[in-house]
């Protein structure tokens, strides 16, 4: 059983959900000159919007217009949290403007009081994949150390405006999936970054992570300022790589392979490089520009709990190793070496929920912080028949999720925050940009191409949920 104020949630992100892409003054980011691919098709990112293309984020479910019905369907379904972001182009709608938009700043303070008005703690994520299109275009996104200087400004005009509002923070989600330097969109979505011709693109990355590093970390310092009782995390995607078997090469192989999936919450969490990421930074020759004031912002500005997305775990083999390489991160994890022991989901996410039990235990030892399972979710093709959803796969899913957090909790004695599965209501996805991808328990009609009635639906998933909360677990 878990603890009494245990946060029981959804999770959302801005670009994904609001819509409103250019309402109350919001600037483009970087997912707003994203096409919508699908399964096996990747999105493209154009250099401009363009007319006779479909950005199915612009629109997504309109969360924006909507947002009173949608908070209430959120309230009758129980929920006591809700993590979601705040778009940076709402508030600095080009990034570099000396005042914020004040109509932004709005937009979420009415938000987060209809939320609150409603009983859900807004759970909020600073950067969720959309910086502003101008920092990207113009400064070169997080390759420029002035864009530290724009997210910090962001960070404090926010922490100040809601500091009475929202207790929980998170600086920017997914950072660690960027290691992924075969797929473009994550480099481009966390930092507005591409890697140009003659580019060493590991070399790039790690500079940009160094960056946004220090940015996530004088964050964390200018919000402590502001209230000492914040709690700001970092977020993390969390995907277990397991060896293939007991070989001692395969254990070292994916020993190395982890590593690479950790780095980001190691300096979160420990304000300071690891040293197997020195190493790497020596042996290949990068020259990456870390100044000594860094390090003291690093240190100064660590983590108070680990945020982390868990879907799927994936397998190294040593002799595999070049592969496995190409694929060691996130959606790119689903095309590593196949599991024999468990099955995947429409879009090949291997579903693991044992390897929940595994995270928590694996990311608990390491840090000895709070965790919040702020992500986790069965992303499938739903079918609406006369209003209803039978969502069964999806609650089994969940269900097993569950049982292996409150073992990870009872039985194991991790500290967890909470449990915010993942695109509580239909969203646009974000690796494919498809609408068919749904996470939700309450469904949307929208289709791929951005035909439907918007009307929402509660599936099957959205009672059983309702019960869970209400009896604070699995009964
Ligand atoms: C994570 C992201 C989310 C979300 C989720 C599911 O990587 O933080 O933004 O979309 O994965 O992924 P997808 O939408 O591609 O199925």
């Known amino acids: 059983m878990v603890q009494k104020d245990f946060l029981w949630g959804g999770a959302l992100a801005a670009h994904q959900f609001e819509g409103g892409w250019d309402a109350g003054g919001k600037g483009p980011s970087v997912i707003d000159v994203m096409t919508a691919g699908e399964h096996g098709v990747a999105r493209e990112i154009t250099s401009t919007i363009e007319a006779d293309k479909f950005y199915p984020n612009q629109v997504a479910i309109d969360f924006y217009h909507e947002y009173k019905k949608d908070i209430a369907l959120f309230a009758e379904m129980g929920l006591k949290c809700l993590r979601t972001s705040i778009a940076w182009t709402r508030i600095f709608p080009k990034g570099d403007e000396a005042k914020p938009n004040e109509a932004g700043l709005k937009f979420y303070d009415d938000v987060f009081d209809e939320l609150l008005k409603n009983g859900i703690e807004p759970v909020i994520t600073l950067s969720h994949f959309e910086m502003p299109l101008?920092?990207?275009?113009?400064?070169?996104?997080?390759?420029?150390?002035?864009?530290?200087?724009?997210?910090?400004?962001?960070?404090?005009?926010?922490?100040?405006?809601?500091?009475?509002?929202?207790?929980?923070?998170?600086?920017?989600?997914?950072?660690?999936?960027?290691?992924?330097?075969?797929?473009?969109?994550?480099?481009?979505?966390?930092?507005?970054?591409?890697?140009?011709?003659?580019?060493?693109?590991?070399?790039?990355?790690?500079?940009?992570?160094?960056?946004?590093?220090?940015?996530?970390?004088?964050?964390?310092?200018?919000?402590?300022?502001?209230?000492?009782?914040?709690?700001?995390?970092?977020?993390?995607?969390?995907?277990?790589?397991?060896?293939?078997?007991?070989?001692?090469?395969?254990?070292?192989?994916?020993?190395?392979?982890?590593?690479?999936?950790?780095?980001?919450?190691?300096?979160?969490?420990?304000?300071?490089?690891?040293?197997?990421?020195?190493?790497?930074?020596?042996?290949?020759?990068?020259?990456?520009?870390?100044?000594?004031?860094?390090?003291?912002?690093?240190?100064?500005?660590?983590?108070?709990?680990?945020?982390?997305?868990?879907?799927?775990?994936?397998?190294?083999?040593?002799?595999?190793?070049?592969?496995?390489?190409?694929?060691?991160?996130?959606?790119?994890?689903?095309?590593?070496?196949?599991?024999?022991?468990?099955?995947?989901?429409?879009?090949?996410?291997?579903?693991?929920?044992?390897?929940?039990?595994?995270?928590?235990?694996?990311?608990?030892?390491?840090?000895?912080?709070?965790?919040?399972?702020v992500e986790n979710g069965f992303g499938a093709i739903d079918e609406l028949e006369n209003g209803k959803v039978h969502d069964e796969t999806r609650i089994e899913y969940l269900s097993k999720h569950i049982e292996a957090l409150e073992k990870a909790v009872d039985y194991d004695g991790v500290e967890l925050l909470g449990y915010t599965p993942w695109g509580i209501i239909d969203l646009v996805s974000f690796t494919t940009g498809e609408m068919k991808k749904r996470y939700g328990m309450i469904y949307v009609d929208r289709d791929n191409a951005g035909n439907g009635t918007m009307q929402r639906y509660k599936k099957d998933s959205f009672a059983w949920y309702r019960q869970v909360i209400e009896n604070n677990g699995l009964k």
């Open 134 to 373: 101008h920092l990207a275009r113009e400064y070169g996104g997080f390759r420029n150390r002035q864009v530290i200087d724009f997210f910090a400004k962001f960070a404090k005009v926010v922490f100040e405006r809601y500091q009475d509002k929202v207790k929980y923070w998170m600086t920017f989600n997914e950072i660690n999936n960027q290691m992924d330097v075969n797929n473009p969109i994550f480099l481009w979505t966390n930092s507005g970054v591409l890697v140009e011709e003659g580019e060493n693109a590991k070399e790039v990355m790690y500079q940009v992570a160094h960056n946004e590093l220090v940015a996530s970390a004088k964050a964390v310092m200018i919000g402590k300022e502001i209230n000492p009782a914040f709690q700001i995390g970092c977020m993390v995607s969390h995907v277990p790589i397991y060896p293939y078997s007991c070989n001692p090469a395969d254990i070292m192989a994916a020993e190395e392979a982890n590593r690479q999936r950790f780095f980001f919450a190691d300096v979160h969490v420990r304000g300071k490089y690891p040293n197997y990421a020195l190493k790497e930074f020596e042996r290949e020759g990068y020259n990456i520009d870390i100044r000594l004031e860094d390090l003291a912002v690093l240190k100064a500005g660590t983590v108070d709990y680990v945020g982390f997305s868990y879907y799927m775990s994936t397998v190294v083999k040593a002799d595999a190793r070049n592969d496995v390489d190409n694929n060691i991160v996130n959606g790119g994890l689903a095309n590593g070496v196949e599991n024999p022991h468990i099955q995947s989901t429409d879009w090949g996410w291997a579903i693991d929920p044992e390897g929940l039990r595994f995270t928590l235990n694996r990311l608990y030892d390491r840090y000895q912080l709070p965790l919040f399972i």
